[in-house]
T-cell receptor, first 112, second 111 residues
Framework: NAGVTQTPKFQVLKTGQSMTLQCAQD?????MYWYRQDPGMGLRLIYY???????DKGEVPNGYNVSRLNKREFSLRLESAAPSQTSVYFC???????????FGQGTRLTVV | SQQGEEDPQALSIQEGENATMNCSYK?????LQWYRQNSGRGLVHLIL?????REKHSGRLRVTLDTSKKSSSLLITASRAADTASYFC???????????FGEGTQLTVNP
């Protein structure tokens, strides 16, 4: 049982490049989340999807777009990467409201 | 703004001592959750307390919630070196199903 799988684990981008971070869960969860974590800080919510077909902005959505492709997959896209987007990105899922979230191992992104 | 605070930011104790971490928040919540993060790893869920609960236990963990003060605390009893990690509180807000994290407490347990 893989849980929440994020790809890639590491990525270096040049300023202005685009890329998509992939996230897939095999637990049949309804809700999925994307967070970023900067050094020494907590997690900030970028976007979330309460159920298949819906997405909502979190605390820091600027510069990002998301797609809830199906119930399993929730991708995060950076259209034009900036150095300020250098961070560790975590994807998470939870079955429904009032339940714990399960996290992937993170994607370490550096924008130079 | 993350709409909440945790304190202390860092805590260093000796093995066998108890560790207490606090979390405050500003919004209305369905529940409050505590997570642990080992360095460089993803977060692992520890315990969830619902808004109508006041106290919950799980092994050496004790969590309290005071919705009138909008605050929660996590107590780890008889700490071990392996408890060294960052601990985060997360609020599931009543508006939508946003799960919002605090900035965390870095706990160091010295052998």
């Amino acid at each position: 049982n893989a849980g929440v799988t994020q790809t890639p684990k590491f990525q270096v981008l040049k300023t202005g490049q685009s890329m998509t971070l992939q996230c897939a869960q095999d637990m049949n969860h309804n809700s999925m989340y994307w967070y970023r974590q900067d050094p020494g800080m907590g997690l900030r919510l970028i976007y979330y999807s309460a159920s298949e077909g819906t997405t909502d902005k979190g605390e820091v959505p600027n510069g990002y777009n998301v797609s809830r492709l199906n119930k399993r997959e929730f991708s995060l896209r950076l259209e034009s990467a900036a150095p300020s987007q250098t961070s560790v990105y975590f994807c998470a899922s939870s079955p429904e409201a009032e339940r714990e979230a399960f996290f992937g191992q993170g994607t370490r992104l550096t924008v130079v | 703004s993350q709409q909440g605070e945790e304190d202390p930011q860092a805590l260093s104790i000796q093995e066998g001592e108890n560790a207490t971490m606090n979390c405050s928040y500003k919004t209305s919540i369905n529940n409050l959750q505590w997570y642990r993060q080992n360095s460089g790893r993803g977060l692992v869920h520890l315990i969830l307390i619902r808004s109508n609960e006041r106290e919950k236990h799980s092994g050496r963990l004790r969590v309290t919630l005071d919705t009138s003060k909008k605050s929660s605390s996590l107590l780890i009893t008889a700490s071990r070196a392996a408890d060294t990690a960052s601990y985060f509180c997360a609020r599931e807000e009543t508006s939508g199903s946003r799960l919002t994290f605090g900035e965390g407490t870095q706990l160091t347990v010295n052998p």
